[in-house]
């Protein structure tokens, strides 16, 4: 095994990029070992009180789990995914500019092989300029994305079938005279260019979302609006497709109440989530925020936080575990376009088919992937497609527990549309609807409310 001990800190705007300091020979195929090495040191200036992006080197693909060395995790647990360029991506924020250092120990491992990182994130003093003050990005390197580019669409808009328009990459069309403001936001996108990012998902062991219910239009851990009914129409699925676009929520659990945790968060749309909740197709972003704090050695009374932020898509078939995305970059303010419907293998639009079909593009970085997931259980399980929802989620996690809803503000879904299997498009607002509440019994979490006929917003209330 040979190491490198003359790499360097590598600074690509918007934020600060590591590289690594180790690597080792291939070893002997019929004696595998485990390959150790360990990257230089590196430490990360960040703005005061503000959420910053840093983005670190290492294995592509890999799962990094991250501990600190010198302060207490209030509660819960942090894996990151490195893409297939082995960059990874976290966001840092202090909860205030007299804040102590946090360090950070990454193990990011790929089948055999693990790279060690420590990582100092600390708070940018004096003339410094921290990473997140050098250009706006939001923390994605372009230097790290690559792929197939899909080109503009120059043909008749209409003049393709929906199953052309998904073998050549671009997502479901609407209808323009049924939903002229779907059909307009479908438009802005396929008349761009934008890169394929064939994804790499990964499973997240128990991981679920899905409601806890509170009783009528009352949920523990779901705000949302939902329309349909409470079962299929003369055997057939009510709705085969729902779309809906977002800009992801900057979130934090700062300031933390009295019994301070971690706290997280996802934004999806869905079918089949009220009323068949074993049978729920579902795509979004994760917002999920670990809380660290540091008493002040000069001042024991006095404690420091710092948090340590991840967003990401994923999609689920339920009941079968969320997939992350691990490669597909997601930032704060980024603006997300999803579409999930059931599908065959070749993921056309067939509610009698045995896989779920899901689009995402991030259309401020141009970027897009499609995922197909086949049905859990089999050909035998069938798609209900009952309603089709709008949800702000607490994910519950392994063992049933229900984070504290990271702080969102308010986060507004545009273009929340979902199709009939009769062939119509309609607006969550011309159709019934079902308006819930997130409520811990006691207290209002978070609520919908109809922004306008197309638009569902959220406002973030509580933590718990």
Request: hydrophobic share 40%; with cysteine.
């Amino acid at each position: 095994m040979s190491t490198h001990s003359d790499r360097k800190l590598l600074i690509v705007l918007p934020v600060f990029y590591f590289g690594l300091v180790g690597s080792a020979s291939a070893q002997s195929a019929s004696a595998p070992v485990d390959i150790i090495t360990t990257a230089a040191p590196t430490s990360v200036a960040v703005l005061a009180g503000a959420e910053s992006p840093v983005e670190i080197k290492t294995l592509p693909d890999a799962a990094c789990t991250v501990q600190t060395s010198n302060a207490s995790k209030v509660s819960g647990s942090l894996t990151l995914y490195a893409d297939s360029a082995g960059v990874v991506r976290f966001h840092a924020r202090p909860s205030s500019a007299s804040t102590k250092p946090l360090q950070l120990a990454l193990q990011c491992k790929v089948e055999r092989q693990t790279i060690s990182h420590s990582v100092e994130v600390r708070v940018a003093s004096g003339n410094e300029v921290p990473s997140a003050a050098l250009g706006g990005g939001g923390g994605l390197s372009p230097s790290t994305v690559t792929g197939k580019i899909r080109p503009v669409l120059t043909d008749d808009p209409l003049g393709l079938s929906q199953a052309e328009l998904t073998r050549q990459g671009y997502p479901p069309r609407p209808d323009p005279q049924q939903a002229p403001g779907a059909y307009a936001a479908w438009l802005k996108m396929v008349s761009l260019p934008a890169t394929y990012i064939a994804p790499h998902t990964v499973e997240r062991p128990n991981q679920h979302n899905r409601p806890v219910s509170g009783g009528p239009s009352v949920g523990h851990n779901q705000a949302g609006i939902a329309i349909g009914g409470s079962s299929t129409h003369a055997g057939q699925p009510e709705f085969d497709l729902v779309i809906g676009e977002w800009l992801v929520p900057s979130v934090t659990c700062i300031p933390p109440g009295p019994n301070a945790q971690s706290c997280a968060s996802s934004l999806w749309v869905g079918l089949d989530g009220v009323f068949d909740v074993n049978d729920l197709i579902q795509g979004g972003t994760h917002q999920d925020v670990i809380l660290y704090s540091l008493v002040n050695p000069l001042n024991p009374t006095e404690i420091f936080y710092w948090e340590i932020a991840t967003y990401y898509a994923w999609t689920e078939y339920f009941p079968a575990v969320e997939q992350p995305v691990a490669n597909f970059p997601v930032a704060p303010g980024d603006d997300i376009y999803v579409a999930a419907w059931p599908s065959n293998a070749q993921m056309d639009m067939d509610p009698n088919a045995s896989f779920a079909a899901f689009f995402i593009q991030n259309n401020t970085r141009q970027i897009y992937t499609s995922v197909s997931i086949p049905r859990p259980g089999g050909s035998g399980e069938f798609f209900a497609g009952n309603s089709a929802e709008w949800v702000m989620e607490r994910p519950v996690y392994p063992g049933g527990f229900i984070y504290p809803l990271s702080n969102f503000g308010i986060a507004h879904v545009f273009n929340a549309y979902a199709h009939h299997f009769n062939g119509a498009i309609v607006a969550y607002s011309d159709e019934p609807e079902t308006i819930n509440f997130m409520d811990n019994g006691n207290t209002t979490i978070a609520i919908p409310w109809p922004y306008n006929a197309t638009t569902i917003s959220f406002l973030w209330l509580n933590f718990q």
